[in-house]
C-alpha cells in the first residue's frame, strides 16, 4: 500500500459528458503528479503539482482537461466533453518535493468512455 | 525525442531461476532511473532506483545495473516467484532543471512458471 488514494476506481461515461478524478496524495508529499495509461503502454505524464502551483503540463493535456489541487493536498483532474480516446487509466503519484526521486503511484482510475 | 524502451515485451522464467529484464534508454543526460512493477489492475509499484553517478544498486532480491556507456539499464530479480509475475517499467526522470516528470517505457511482461 503506498498510500496514494484515488477516487473512484472504475467510470463508465457516455461520450460528451464530463468526468471528475480526486487525488489523495501521501500525507506531507508536496508534489503530486497525474499520468495516463492506456493498454498495453507505459505510464505517460499528463501534469505535475508543487503544492498548489502547476508547474508542469504536457502537450496530452488538451483544454478540455484540467487539473486544480486548490489547497496543496488532494488533487482533481476533469475532462470535459469525454470523447472515445479518452478511455484509459489514469493515475496519480506524490513525491516528497526534494528533487528527482521516487514518484509513489495510486491505484488509478479506470475510464470507459461509450 | 527521448524515449525510453525494452528490449523484450514478454519474458518466461522458472521459478527458482534469475530474471533479467533489461530496458534502453536514449537520453544520455538522464539522470535518474526507476524500475516499476506493475501488476494487473494496479498502479505502478517502485522496486528501485538509480542515480546516473552509481553503475549498481542492490536491494531485496533485486539488482539494478546501470551502463551509461551504452545507455543501457537492466532489472536482475534472484529466485523468482510466482508473486513476482507482472509487467516491468523502466522510467527515466526528466534531466531538464526543474522537470520531474516520468518517461516509461512500453513494459516487460514476466512470467512465472511453477
Known amino acids: 500500500d503506498t498510500g496514494v488514494s484515488q477516487d473512484p476506481r472504475h467510470k463508465i461515461t457516455k461520450r460528451g459528458q464530463n468526468v471528475t478524478f480526486r487525488c489523495d496524495p501521501i500525507s506531507e508529499h508536496n508534489r503530486l503528479y497525474w499520468y495516463r495509461q492506456t493498454l498495453g503502454q507505459g505510464p505517460e505524464f499528463l501534469t505535475y503539482?508543487?503544492?498548489?502551483?502547476?508547474?508542469?503540463k504536457s502537450r496530452l493535456l488538451s483544454d478540455r482537461f484540467s487539473a486544480e489541487r486548490p489547497k496543496g493536498s488532494f488533487s482533481t483532474l476533469e475532462i470535459q466533453r469525454t470523447e472515445q480516446g479518452d478511455s484509459a487509466m489514469y493515475l496519480c503519484?506524490?513525491?516528497?518535493?526534494?528533487?528527482?526521486?521516487?514518484?509513489?503511484f495510486g491505484p488509478g482510475t479506470r475510464l470507459l468512455v461509450l | 525525442g527521448e524515449s525510453v524502451g525494452l528490449h523484450l515485451p514478454t519474458l518466461s522464467v522458472q521459478e527458482g531461476d534469475n530474471s533479467i529484464i533489461n530496458c534502453a534508454y536514449s537520453n544520455s543526460a538522464s539522470d535518474y532511473f526507476i524500475w516499476y512493477k506493475q501488476e494487473s489492475g494496479k498502479g505502478p509499484q517502485f522496486i528501485i532506483d538509480i542515480r546516473s553517478n552509481m553503475d549498481k544498486r542492490q536491494g531485496q532480491r533485486v539488482t539494478v545495473l546501470l551502463n551509461k556507456t551504452v545507455k543501457h539499464l537492466s532489472l536482475q530479480i534472484a529466485a523468482t516467484q510466482p508473486g513476482d509475475s507482472a509487467v516491468y517499467f523502466c522510467a527515466e526522470a526528466g534531466s531538464g532543471a526543474g522537470s520531474y516528470q516520468l518517461t516509461f517505457g512500453k513494459g516487460t511482461k514476466l512470467s512465472v512458471i511453477p
Open positions: 503539482f508543487q503544492n498548489e502551483a502547476q508547474l508542469e
Open positions: 503519484a506524490s513525491s516528497r518535493g526534494g528533487g528527482r526521486e521516487t514518484q509513489y
